[in-house]
């Protein structure tokens, strides 16, 4: 048997050891639970994907990430895996303050200097710049012949924010390994050092030439998460996947850099601290309740494979969303494929969500400490994703993939935002 | 609205209840040909479910539900 038969082979046997179980720990990991014919399985090479990602808003955001992630599956049936992701950031962000017809001027987050907006314009803080790096690690590995362990561990780590994580996940396979059930637990604790530290919340924005109060240089945040889940094989070509989670966070939740807009009664700016409008710094809770509910259907239809998912998340903040997410395989031969995805997303808004306030209504807010954002992200919004992605196999057999897809958010009362993503996959 | 939340809850206890109770669905071990193609892995596209999960993290008021994030960010 040549060395080429012998590596198709083994490919083989690992590809038919993959069952149903899902992916627990996101992309990270692909948890293949213990097969029928794991004995044949020996110690393999190290498996690396590559991929760099672009994804660019026009006249805002724009982020490049290069990313590289490798495992290696033991003699004893456990996987070791890491995974590194750098992302170079740059570009303008909404900051929260409303349009208007006149010309508005904030003072940057850092405190020294100023920039404007023009009439009619969405107010963009175009200091937005920033690169993050991030590892995780993960491990699996079996406790008997139906279930094991996943661990996982993570750091990234930018300018103004650093997170630290773990999990641990219990898979148990049953019913012939036909159902397999899951129960993970995550922590992640957060530090935020807001650049020019954070803002009072409710304080009013100053000019760049008078002094800022601030609360304190950093902050913390601390969650925790619990994910159940059911996978089930219903038949030869069709399985399907369940998932509740709930997510527990304390800490400091503000954007430090988002600020509210207090207008007059005819939605004039109105002067103060110096600046030609009255901005509020945000006011998120100190806490958030989350849960979700995902369902998950891949179906082998006549040689292409139709992946359909749905989540419903909702909140303590009153954020509730729905998102349907659609992709069809179109299978050719030698490996090419073609994969058209669609996703809708809609979100209802957080309950203290506002667009801007008046000043009567700025005034109550303060006096009873109450939350505000004008966060677009935390509004009513829409977002449709539409997409393609190309699969080909090198002459090698290495797998390679480009994605293109557009990115459009539809906020209500905000302007909307298009984004183009492209990706580049290689596997080795 | 609450009562809705436990509607929808119940739902799908009452979902995963059955599913797990019909031990008569599924394959047997030789009929997994298909279950064990690279694309019918329930997360087929790890590099691309990442990537969209930490944009959607990042400009969207939700995240989570298939899986751990691999470390927020500060964006949101």
């Given at each position: 048997m040549g060395v080429t038969n012998m590596k198709n082979n083994y490919r083989n046997i690992r590809n038919n050891?993959?069952?149903?179980?899902?992916?627990?720990?996101?992309?990270a990991t692909a948890i293949v639970p213990i097969s029928?014919?794991?004995?044949?399985e020996a110690s393999s090479e190290w498996e690396t994907d590559v991929a760099v990602l672009i994804y660019n808003e026009a006249d805002r955001v724009s982020a490049f990430e290069p990313a590289i992630a490798t495992k290696k599956t033991f003699d004893d049936e456990s996987v070791l895996g890491f995974k590194f992701v750098f992302d170079a950031l740059t570009g303008a962000s909404a900051n929260g303050a409303a349009t208007s017809d006149d010309v508005q001027t904030f003072t940057r987050p850092s405190g020294n200097g100023e920039y404007s907006t023009a009439a009619s314009d969405t107010p963009l803080d175009d200091t937005f710049r920033d690169t993050r790096v991030s590892l995780t690690a993960n491990y699996e590995t079996p406790v008997g012949r139906l279930n094991k362990m996943v661990y996982g561990a993570n750091i990234s780590n930018e300018y103004d924010f650093l997170s630290l994580g773990g999990s641990a996940t219990y898979l148990q396979d049953m019913n012939e390994r036909n159902t397999t059930l899951s129960a993970g637990m995550s922590f992640e604790y957060d530090s935020i050092k807001p650049v020019g530290g954070k803002p009072v919340p409710l304080s009013e924005m100053k000019a760049n030439t008078e002094t800022q109060v601030r609360d304190g240089a950093d902050d913390t945040r601390i969650m925790s998460e619990l994910l159940l889940g059911i996978t089930q094989i219903i038949d030869r070509n069709t399985l399907v996947q369940f998932n509740y989670g709930f997510a527990l966070s304390d800490g400091y939740h503000n954007d430090a850099y988002k600020v509210t807009s207090v207008l007059d009664s005819n939605g004039d700016l109105i002067a103060a601290n110096g600046l030609n409008g009255t901005y509020l710094y945000e006011n998120r809770p100190d806490s958030r309740t989350k849960h979700s509910l995902y369902g998950k259907i891949k179906h082998f239809l006549n040689g292409d494979v139709v992946d359909v998912s749905y989540r419903y998340m909702w909140d303590d903040w009153e954020v509730a969303s729905n998102t349907v997410d659609f992709h069809y395989r179109k299978n050719f031969s030698n490996g090419f494929y073609l994969e058209p995805h669609v996703r809708y997303y809609s979100q209802e808004a957080a309950e203290f969500y506002q667009y801007s306030l008046t000043d009567t209504e700025a005034t109550a807010l303060i006096a009873s400490n109450g939350n505000l954002t004008?966060?677009?992200?935390?509004?009513d919004m829409t977002a449709t994703t539409l997409g393609l992605k190309l699969g080909f196999l090198t002459p090698n057999g290495n797998e390679n993939s480009v994605r293109l897809e557009m990115y459009t958010q539809n906020p209500d009362l905000n302007e909307s935002v298009e984004a183009v993503i492209l990706q580049y996959n290689y596997s080795f | 609205m609450k009562l809705d939340k436990i509607k929808k809850v119940a739902l799908v206890i009452l979902g995963m209840s059955l599913i797990s109770a019909c031990g008569n669905l599924g394959v047997k071990p030789w009929e997994r040909d298909v279950l064990a193609r690279d694309d019918m892995a329930?997360?087929?596209?790890a590099m691309d479910s990442a990537f969209d999960d930490h944009i959607y993290f990042s400009k969207e008021a939700s995240s989570g539900g298939k899986g751990f994030g691999g470390g927020g960010c500060g964006c949101n």
């Amino acid at each position: 048997m040549g060395v080429t038969n012998m590596k198709n082979n083994y490919r083989n046997i690992r590809n038919n050891l993959k069952t149903a179980t899902g992916t627990l720990l996101g992309a990270a990991t692909a948890i293949v639970p213990i097969s029928s014919v794991q004995a044949v399985e020996a110690s393999s090479e190290w498996e690396t994907d590559v991929a760099v990602l672009i994804y660019n808003e026009a006249d805002r955001v724009s982020a490049f990430e290069p990313a590289i992630a490798t495992k290696k599956t033991f003699d004893d049936e456990s996987v070791l895996g890491f995974k590194f992701v750098f992302d170079a950031l740059t570009g303008a962000s909404a900051n929260g303050a409303a349009t208007s017809d006149d010309v508005q001027t904030f003072t940057r987050p850092s405190g020294n200097g100023e920039y404007s907006t023009a009439a009619s314009d969405t107010p963009l803080d175009d200091t937005f710049r920033d690169t993050r790096v991030s590892l995780t690690a993960n491990y699996e590995t079996p406790v008997g012949r139906l279930n094991k362990m996943v661990y996982g561990a993570n750091i990234s780590n930018e300018y103004d924010f650093l997170s630290l994580g773990g999990s641990a996940t219990y898979l148990q396979d049953m019913n012939e390994r036909n159902t397999t059930l899951s129960a993970g637990m995550s922590f992640e604790y957060d530090s935020i050092k807001p650049v020019g530290g954070k803002p009072v919340p409710l304080s009013e924005m100053k000019a760049n030439t008078e002094t800022q109060v601030r609360d304190g240089a950093d902050d913390t945040r601390i969650m925790s998460e619990l994910l159940l889940g059911i996978t089930q094989i219903i038949d030869r070509n069709t399985l399907v996947q369940f998932n509740y989670g709930f997510a527990l966070s304390d800490g400091y939740h503000n954007d430090a850099y988002k600020v509210t807009s207090v207008l007059d009664s005819n939605g004039d700016l109105i002067a103060a601290n110096g600046l030609n409008g009255t901005y509020l710094y945000e006011n998120r809770p100190d806490s958030r309740t989350k849960h979700s509910l995902y369902g998950k259907i891949k179906h082998f239809l006549n040689g292409d494979v139709v992946d359909v998912s749905y989540r419903y998340m909702w909140d303590d903040w009153e954020v509730a969303s729905n998102t349907v997410d659609f992709h069809y395989r179109k299978n050719f031969s030698n490996g090419f494929y073609l994969e058209p995805h669609v996703r809708y997303y809609s979100q209802e808004a957080a309950e203290f969500y506002q667009y801007s306030l008046t000043d009567t209504e700025a005034t109550a807010l303060i006096a009873s400490n109450g939350n505000l954002t004008s966060d677009y992200r935390l509004g009513d919004m829409t977002a449709t994703t539409l997409g393609l992605k190309l699969g080909f196999l090198t002459p090698n057999g290495n797998e390679n993939s480009v994605r293109l897809e557009m990115y459009t958010q539809n906020p209500d009362l905000n302007e909307s935002v298009e984004a183009v993503i492209l990706q580049y996959n290689y596997s080795f | 609205m609450k009562l809705d939340k436990i509607k929808k809850v119940a739902l799908v206890i009452l979902g995963m209840s059955l599913i797990s109770a019909c031990g008569n669905l599924g394959v047997k071990p030789w009929e997994r040909d298909v279950l064990a193609r690279d694309d019918m892995a329930l997360e087929s596209a790890a590099m691309d479910s990442a990537f969209d999960d930490h944009i959607y993290f990042s400009k969207e008021a939700s995240s989570g539900g298939k899986g751990f994030g691999g470390g927020g960010c500060g964006c949101n």
